[in-house]
């Protein structure tokens, strides 16, 4: 069974920072690359970063970059998502997925419909 678990979400003030991790198993990810997503109510599912480990290319969406980090560390199976400098509008679930290499547009994250797994989510919370 493929299984991706996403944690480290929660409230914080405008400004703040978070770390997400997102665990999988069940899975190998040769020829896979890993996203993350976010969604908030009432809007599609937007990418805000993505890993592929073949080759090491990232790719962050025009939303968080510069103030956002994704890395792996392949001997936990773990990936993570540093955000910095947060606001209101990052407000939303944060996914874990997996899609292969092959469906990846270059230089891009790709769309949420292309991934084939998805963890259950983490609430990230910014208000004050």
């Known amino acids: 069974q493929v299984q991706l678990v996403e944690s480290g979400g929660g409230s914080v003030q405008p400004g703040g920072s978070l770390r997400l991790f997102c665990t999988f198993s069940g899975i190998s990810l040769d020829y896979r690359s890993i996203g993350w997503f976010r969604q908030a109510p009432g809007k599609e599912r937007e990418g805000v970063a993505c890993i592929s480990p073949s080759d090491g290319t990232i790719v962050y969406g025009d939303s968080v970059k510069g103030r956002t980090t994704i890395s792996r560390d392949g001997a936990k199976n773990t990936v993570y998502l540093q955000m910095t400098s947060l606001k209101p509008e990052d407000t939303g679930v944060y996914y874990c997925?997996?899609?292969?290499?092959?469906?990846?547009?270059?230089?891009?994250?790709?769309?949420?419909?292309?991934?084939?797994?998805w963890g259950q989510g983490t609430q990230v919370t910014v208000s004050s």
């Open positions: 997925g997996l899609i292969e290499d092959r469906k990846l547009p270059v230089g891009g994250i790709g769309s949420a419909q292309d991934y084939d797994y």
